[in-house]
């Protein structure tokens, strides 16, 4: 995934500050054996004094000044450990502190990004895409048919499959999903298995309830203070690999409302920046709700996968009622 950069600087600024945390606690152990450990402080200065002595004997043409050098800081070297075991401390007590040993908290190896970084970027979607929770417990690894008999259990193993094939063929064909049906029947479960894959596979994922997306876009329309971090949001919603809006028609809408939201899944769809909604609503409702240019663009341009079966919250529900 493409980080933009205000993504790749909040990653950055994290690096910076565990290099800088990491130099403060060596200077306080440094100080602490200074204070602690009698003859560490001296040995350290005569290593500073003797890379002087032998530079200068270099430079005046002394073959073997390097080696002797080199000598002398090994010798010095292990007697400050010796100090330090004896003191009670590791011998490796100030020796520089890394989160990450193998990229030394840069963030890259040679160039390359090192695993920490690609890790620090799936954290960071995590946390921006508003529903770490949710599909922490809710993923493909819990999915079951369980709930689900005849037609409702044909109509959801499709649209699982439907899903799973999102997924594989997300990075070189663009699709939306529509997931609508009765309460509680598996398309915010499934919102959120597709999510989590496409996080720990690197992709920004970006989650709305309806009602949070309509009431973020109206307050943002009279909020004349803060217009970078609207600019920024409006960014982030249009630009996002995948913007998944939950329960559409829970929401409060007007004209303006729905013309915003109207132009929201047009940036995206020019953009081939894949969404997908789901729904209580019926197609009808969904006709009627909006207006007929936001139901021709869903009905034309999204996979619709209808969702039936029992309320499956209320019957866990009952199941432990029972219990």
């Known amino acids: 995934m493409a980080l933009n950069n205000s993504q790749y600087e909040t990653i950055m600024r994290e690096y910076e500050d565990r290099q800088t945390r990491n130099r403060h606690l060596v200077e306080q152990r440094t100080k602490e054996v200074y204070q602690k450990v009698e003859g560490y402080r001296a040995l350290s200065e005569s290593i500073a004094a003797i890379s002087v002595s032998q530079g200068k004997k270099l430079l005046e043409g002394n073959e073997h000044a390097l080696e002797e050098l080199r000598e002398s800081i090994r010798n010095l070297t292990s007697m400050k450990e010796q100090l330090l075991v004896s003191a009670g401390y590791p011998s490796d007590y100030l020796e520089p502190v890394y989160d990450c040993p193998d990229c030394h908290d840069t963030g890259y190896i ?47 193993k499709s649209a699982v499959q439907t899903g799973k094939t999102f997924i594989k063929n997300f990075d070189s064909d663009y699709q939306n999903l529509f997931f609508y049906g009765t309460v509680g029947t598996g398309k915010s479960f499934l919102s959120g298995c597709i999510a989590r894959e496409l996080i720990e596979s690197g992709h920004s994922v970006i989650y709305f309830s309806s009602a949070g997306l309509f009431e973020t876009l109206s307050r943002n329309m009279f909020d004349y203070k803060n217009k970078d971090d609207i600019l ?5 919603l ?6 998944i809006i939950d ?16 132009s929201l899944l047009n940036q995206r769809h020019l953009g081939k920046k894949s969404t997908i909604i789901s729904t209580n609503l019926s197609l009808e409702d969904l006709r009627n709700r909006y207006s ?32």
């Open 110 to 156: 040679e160039g390359a990004k090192c695993h920490c970084f690609k890790q620090t970027i799936i954290d960071l979607l995590y946390e921006q895409s508003g529903i770490r929770n949710m599909i922490e417990k809710e993923n493909f690894s819990v999915l079951t048919y369980d709930y689900y008999q005849g037609e409702d259990l044909e109509r959801f």
């Open 232 to 236: 920024s949001f409006h960014e982030d």
């Open 238 to 243: 249009n630009s996002c690999d995948l913007l």
């Open 247 to 262: 329960d559409l028609g829970t929401e409060y809408t007007s004209n303006v409302t729905a013309s915003v939201f109207f």
């Open 292 to 323: 007929d240019r936001i139901f021709s663009r869903i009905t034309n341009q999204y996979t619709i996968c209808k969702f039936t079966g029992p309320d499956i919250r209320m019957y866990k529900k009952r199941l432990q009622n029972r219990k």
